[in-house]
């Protein structure tokens, strides 16, 4: 990906700009550019772009930005756009970082490259940290983010565009020299409706280790197993249950976790069964983990009375279970 090379636009990039276009021809002309409109000469463009950059040429609802054009074999594969600052839209919304790749030239590598040289392009302006926001049912797009140690600081609704927006953090420096581990993780969220209400299976420690909070059935993957094998392994080991489940992933996120000081990589699913499970009870947990011989008290809470219960960003998927239709595979 070498041959790439992301820059802003020169006087002798006219041809080339103008011939992007064609690969535009059926999306919203603002995915390629924010401020040309038909008519306007290059050099104007230019200069307007130019522009775009000093706080004082530009309206005060908005932020200095340079827009910067990806260029392979002469040709104009993407763009991605810069933003100094935040205003409080784009903190929500908008980030530091928005990029785009035209449909022609999307799934060859290009974007990860040009959000990559992005990031080089941000440590020269001395930002630290960069916000970048995606709708949370772009998955390539927040793939291509998780690569680069993005830490998910939470997910709002936009009600604009009637979706949940992922909002990550990205440390720049970090992301650049790539060294980070990250920790795969699986999470159980098991359902079941009693008395016309869905209710979620939840635990709680011993007294002593009352400050861990409330959890749902969660641990590390071994290298032996695939994700579904790993969290039906830890529901048996945490909650002692070996019933036929319906699975069905719904959820991954990455993000820092604080408590650990580690990077962790979450696989969210959701575990439905028609056998009938206890209202309470308590399990010591088998296996070879850190919570072995422990004590786990198991209880059900309606879904409706979950937020803030649980500890450990647990509940950050729980959203999950209301809006996502669930369909899946029995496994043993």
Known sequence: MSRLILRELKKEDEFVFLKGFDDWKNEDIHWYSFVWKPGMSFLDHLNELENQKDQNKIEKNKVPSAMLYAFVDNEIVGRL???YELNQWLCERGGHIGYAVSPRHRKLGYATEIFRQG???CQKLGL???LVTCGDQNIASWK???KFAADLENRIFDSEKNEFVRRYWVDVSKSLSGQFNIYQKVVAYITRHKNNESELLVFDHDKEFSEAGTQVPAG????????EEAVLREVFEEAGLDQKFEVKKIDEYLFFADWSNKYIKRHIFHLKTESLISDRWIHK???HGEDQFMNFHFYWVKLSEINGLLSGRFEDSVFKLVIQPHSGTTRL
């Open 81 to 83: 756009n810069i933003r």
């Open 119 to 121: 990031l080089l392009f």
């Open 128 to 130: 630290e940290k960069t």
């Open 144 to 146: 291509i983010i998780e």
């Open 220 to 227: 590390s993957v071994v290298l032996s197993e695939n994700f």
């Open 285 to 287: 947990v088998s296996g």
